[in-house]
């Protein structure tokens, strides 16, 4: 009786066979959630968010759109999840450049390398596409633009100055806000136009000139070197 009654509360994740009889549906839900999710960065990372439609996501994992409806309420929800997933990716991936990085200098270095990497074919209107049309996606951004970057670029700018790589007389706030404001900046198009030049050799070039206001005579030195020498790309996390 007593075995019947927790079987009657937990319904069939009671019985042991019943629960394992689940588990590869579930799996598969998941692997199928996860395929969308995937499929439709690859598409917004190169062609922005607004150009892509479900019909578009649905052909480009060859399945039905019907499916896709299956697990999403709408465009905007897949966009939220996959903005959600790919800051997790990237926050991780940072932290992992960092855990691997000799000094200050050493993970600019990490990160400029990184960008190179990662940014050959990201599309410009992406944060554009979620500031006008996605609001929740956006705020997410923010809100690791604000916090996650920024604690990040601060903790540098204050290791660096501690190294006597960088300038003692810095305010890591504000230069945290300059670096970070300019990034977006350039999605913005307000710098350059960016069908002008490519926006990963923008990005080097801004983070070059930021590097030599920071720098001290040693860290000059430091930084040059590194110039030089090739980092191991595999020690640099893909598409974080």
């Not at 319904?11 to 692997?31: I, K, R, V, Y």
């Amino acid at each position: 009786m007593q075995k019947m009654a927790v079987e009657g509360n937990c319904g069939n994740f009671g019985d042991l066979e019943s629960f394992h009889s689940f588990a590869p549906a579930m799996e598969e839900q998941d692997l199928i959630k996860d395929k969308i999710l995937r499929g439709a960065e690859e598409l917004f990372l190169k062609y922005g968010v607004r150009s892509v439609s479900m019909d578009d996501i649905a052909r480009h994992l060859s399945i039905s759109k019907k499916t896709i409806y299956q697990y999403f309420v709408d465009k905007d929800e897949i966009v939220t999840q996959v903005t959600q997933g790919h800051l997790t990716m990237t926050k991780t991936g940072f932290d992992a450049l960092t855990g691997a990085s000799k000094n200050a200098l050493d993970e600019l270095m990490r990160i400029q390398m990184y960008m190179k990497k990662n940014m050959q074919d990201l599309n410009p209107s992406l944060l554009f596409d979620l500031k006008k049309y996605h609001p929740k996606a956006w705020t997410l951004w923010m809100e690791h633009k604000n916090k996650d970057i920024r604690e990040s670029v601060v903790r540098n700018l204050k290791q660096g100055m501690e190294e006597g790589l960088y300038r003692t007389n810095l305010n890591p706030e504000i230069l945290a806000t300059l670096r970070i404001e300019s990034i977006q900046w350039l999605y913005d198009g307000v710098i350059v136009p960016n069908e002008k030049f490519k926006m990963v050799d923008i990005q080097v070039q801004m983070l070059d000139h930021f590097m030599y206001g920071l720098l001290t005579e040693k860290g000059r030195k430091l930084y040059e070197k590194y110039k030089q020498e090739p980092i191991n790309l595999e020690l640099i996390p893909h598409n974080i």
